[in-house]
């Protein structure tokens, strides 16, 4: 059975750096596009940073650019998301999603929840002092 599997997720302190992980199973991960999306409370969930199959390219939301940063280990079938400088206004449930199709290129604008259509359960980062 096909599925993702995110971690990683915790409660931490504004100006600290946190990585999450996302392990995929049941697929070829190595044609995947890998994209990490987060819900707020309260708010519509959002994308933040995707990566291409091969790894070679990657984008973040332009207001989290320098902060947000995918990547990939295909050998591992993991992907990983790193924050820092988190602020409380990063608290949310972080979601890794999954497709087949080319969604991450130099000519994506946004990264659109209806592109993916596998999706992990979430992890909850909550950043509070």
């Known amino acids: 059975q096909a599925q993702l599997v995110e971690s990683g997720g915790a409660l931490v302190q504004p100006g600290e750096s946190l990585r999450l992980s996302c392990v995929a199973s049941g697929f070829n991960f190595d044609y995947l596009t890998i994209a990490w999306f987060r819900q707020a409370p309260g708010k519509e969930r959002e994308g933040v940073a995707c990566i291409m199959s091969t790894g070679r390219y990657t984008k973040a939301k332009d207001s989290l650019k320098g902060r947000f940063t995918a990547s990939r280990n295909n050998g591992a079938r993991t992907a990983s998301l790193l924050i820092s400088t988190l602020r409380p206004a990063d608290t949310g449930v972080y979601y890794c999603?999954?497709?087949?199709?080319?969604?991450?290129?130099?000519?994506?604008?946004?990264?659109?929840?209806?592109?993916?259509?596998?999706w992990g359960q979430g992890t909850q980062v909550t950043v509070a002092s």
């Open positions: 999603a999954a497709t087949p199709a080319q969604r991450c290129t130099y000519f994506t604008q946004e990264i659109v929840e209806n592109d993916y259509v596998h």
